[in-house]
Structures are given as C-alpha cells and as structure tokens.
C-alpha cells in the first residue's frame, strides 16, 4: 500500500510514523524546506490532557491521553515533571473553578509549592499540581521524529515540494495533513492565531509548565533548557499569521512577571504568531473524499491529539474503521459540506 502524506507538521509525521509501522510505502510532501516549519514551530508543546479538561471536551482528554504514551513510551522525546496551575490571591476562586473541571492533580499549599518550584517560594498559597502531564520541545520534537522516519527504508521525506505537481495515480491513498493551509478543501475550517514570545534570563528555574490563570486568555510559560522559556499562547480568531499584537505581548509579558519579576529583566529572544486550524466546535476531524484523507482541526492542541489521530487514520484507510468521536455524523461526507 502507498500512501502520500501531504504536510510534514506534527500531524504529517506521526501519520508517517504510524503508516510506516504498518508496513505501508510512505511518501511524505512539504512545501517548506524541511519538517515543522508551520504551526508546529510556535507551538508551546504542552502535553496536559488533565488540565485541558477545564474547557476541552472529554474525547479531546482521551486522546490526549493516548497521546501522551506516544511521546513519553513509542517516541519519548517528551519530559514528564507534571504541569503546575497558578492564581495570584485576587484570583483563587478561578483556581476553584479549575479544580472542578478537571481531575488527576494534587492540591498544593505555599510549602509544596516552594518545595516543588523554589523559585516560586513566597509568591503562591495555592496550586493544582498534574503529576502525570508532560511536555517537550516541538522544534526538538519534530527534528528527531523526522531523523526516525528518515531512516527506515519504506519511508520518503520529500521537503520543498508543490504537492500540486504529482500525480494522484501514484499514491492508493493521499493523507492530507496541511493545517490551515488546507482551507481550500475544507471551507468550514477557520484560523485561530496564538502569539507566543521566548524569554532568555538566568534568574529564574522552572521543571515543569506552569499555566498561570487568566480572565480571558490560558498563559503558559513552558521550560525549553538553557535559561529560555516559551511564553503562551493567546487565542485570537483570525487567520493573520506573522504579526504579534501589542496587546498579545503585553498580556504574555505580564503573566511573565506575575510568575516571577525576574522575568521582568529576561531578554526577548523570539516572538511568533501561528495560525491553528479549528473547526467550529474546536475538535478535531477526519474527513475522507475519495482516496483522500483529511487530518485537521487540531486546534491549539497539535502535539497533544495527533499521534492518536494518526492511528485512527491509519485505521480507517487500511481497516475502513469509523471514529465517530473525530468524524462526520455521515462518514462519507464530501469536503464540500
């Protein structure tokens, strides 16, 4: 069986990665010069099925969850130390709020805090800890996702490539996996921009994400090694990459120093805004059109749902499985719906 990936992000790869344990020829295409050069890039890289529960539906936290043995069992490149949940005082019944809507975390008073994180001693009362969350580095991720693939004989990485050119007849079934890109086909599909920075300081240690609780936007700073940490990201519908927003960076820049002044005097290293792919109700879909397979919706939630709905396409192509979980009411809906 041959199968043509369209798009080397995180959804491609671990489609490819799953494709090719089948036994299948793999023939992945990408526009861009290399893997996880697209929203996969910006993204914060948070594996946390638990805390998602607050505003994710439950089939988002199963997924999650399964993905979450992917990156930690199948392809570990991700670093389990748990996520931590913050409020400043002003702000505790969001914390309340939180725990009710989620489960699988430890209540922490300000010693459990400091004792978990010595940099926050003092500045916290109260904290949800996730003990099983994980998280990574997705430019890491996706770097060494690629180097597996690339050495196994019945795969093909093809960067730099207008997947317009080829021919269909080639492949017995065609995955696409463009993201955003891939609203030509899927017009319900809509962008979803997150702004994100990177902050370099030698102040500051931090294990694991922390989410600081936000009224309107979910803020993390996640841990990337070296004295950098990843902060974001927002949620703004539009379809606008590239350009991040003074307000953006105010609000990230302020959940910073909320966490830790320290972070006040950090250097800005990097700011980005990527644009996710969403559909209506923010889950995901597959969506099959013939021999082609269509793999989006992801959301903000990229790392954390496609590895297992990489294994749920390849099940459908090759078994003919339904998920209706993923999929339309009518499984032989047409792109155009």
Not at 47 to 63: H, K, T, Y
């Amino acid at each position: 069986m041959r199968i043509r990936i369209i798009g080397a992000g995180v959804a491609g790869l671990t489609s490819a990665f799953e494709f090719a344990r089948a036994g299948c020829e793999v023939e992945v295409i990408e526009r861009r010069e290399g893997p996880g050069l697209g929203c996969s890039y910006l993204a914060g890289g948070m594996l946390a099925p638990w805390c998602e529960a607050e505003s994710a539906e439950p089939c988002v936290v199963d997924l999650g969850i399964e993905s979450l043995r992917f990156w930690t069992e199948t392809a570990p490149v991700a670093t389990t130390q748990g996520s931590l949940v913050l409020t400043p005082a002003r702000d505790r019944p969001e914390l309340a709020r939180f725990a009710r809507r989620t489960s699988g975390f430890e209540r922490l008073d300000a010693a459990a805090i400091a004792a978990l994180e010595p940099d926050l001693a003092g500045r916290f009362e109260q904290a949800l800890f996730f003990p099983r969350e994980a998280h990574l580095d997705p430019r890491a991720a996706m770097t060494a996702l690629a180097a597996r693939l690339a050495e196994l004989d019945n795969v093909a990485l093809r960067y730099g490539v207008d997947a317009n050119s080829l021919r269909d007849k080639e492949a017995d079934w065609t995955i696409d996996c463009r993201g955003f890109d891939g609203r030509d086909a899927l017009p319900d599909l809509r962008g979803v921009k997150g702004e994100m920075l990177v902050l370099a300081t030698s102040e500051v240690t931090l294990a694991r994400p922390v989410r600081l609780i936000h009224p309107r936007h979910p803020v993390y700073i996640v841990p990337r090694g070296d004295g950098r940490f990843m902060i974001g990201a927002t949620m703004i519908e539009n379809d606008e990459p590239g350009r991040v927003t003074a307000r953006g960076m105010l609000e990230l820049l302020g959940a910073a120093y909320t966490v830790h002044p320290a972070f006040g005097e950090a250097e800005i290293v990097e700011t980005g805004a990527g644009v996710r792919p969403a559909f209506r109700d923010n889950l995901p879909r597959l969506r099959q059109d013939g021999r082609t397979i269509y793999v989006n919706g992801l959301y903000r939630h990229g790392f954390l749902l496609a590895p297992a709905m990489a294994r749920r396409v390849v099940r459908l192509a090759l078994e003919g499985a339904i998920f209706p979980e993923v999929m339309d009411a009518d499984p032989g809906q047409r792109r155009s719906a």
